[in-house]
């Protein structure tokens, strides 16, 4: 039996996507309900935009080792999941996470929520800091402050 998706394969790939990305998407919302819809595609704005712009739609032929993330318990500036989350944005912004690995994955979920921040909005974040980790940094110690 094919994948579902099998079909849409080339759109997907004409978007930056691949199967992973609906899977894990699908599983989390069956499983969590979370995350929605709008989430989803708000995230995948983000990829698409950044794989047509940046990336002249020319997929990255290398992958995040997962290893190599910081521990789930690491913190920057007080914020846990920080230095982890970050990484994984930059690997979802360039296609380039490993099928295990999740972008919005529950400990992302976790993070986002609560420190008041949309996965998407995150994206956007770390593709205008042009490789600059301080101010990703910034912007998420900034935003928690604002809310506290």
């Known amino acids: ?9 080339p759109f997907l790939q004409e978007l930056g996507m691949n199967k992973m990305d609906i899977f894990d998407f699908a599983e989390d919302w069956l499983c969590e309900g979370e995350p929605d819809l709008a989430t989803f595609l708000l995230i995948h704005e983000q990829r698409r935009d950044y794989f047509w ?12 080792d997962s290893s190599s993330l910081p521990s789930k318990d690491s913190e920057i500036e007080g914020i846990r999941w920080l230095p982890r989350i970050i990484p994984k944005a930059k690997a979802k912004l360039r296609g380039e996470l490993p099928p295990e690995t999740m972008f919005c994955c529950g400990g992302d979920r976790h993070f986002f929520h609560h420190n ?3 996965p998407s909005e995150f994206l956007g974040v770390v593709r205008r800091s042009e490789n600059d980790d301080q101010k990703i ?8 402050k604002s809310n506290l």
């Open 1 to 9: 039996m094919d994948f579902p998706l099998d079909d849409d394969l």
């Open 53 to 64: 712009e940046v990336q002249n739609r020319v997929s990255s032929s290398i992958r995040l």
């Open 116 to 118: 008041h921040i949309h």
């Open 137 to 144: 940094i910034d912007w998420v110690v900034n935003r928690v």
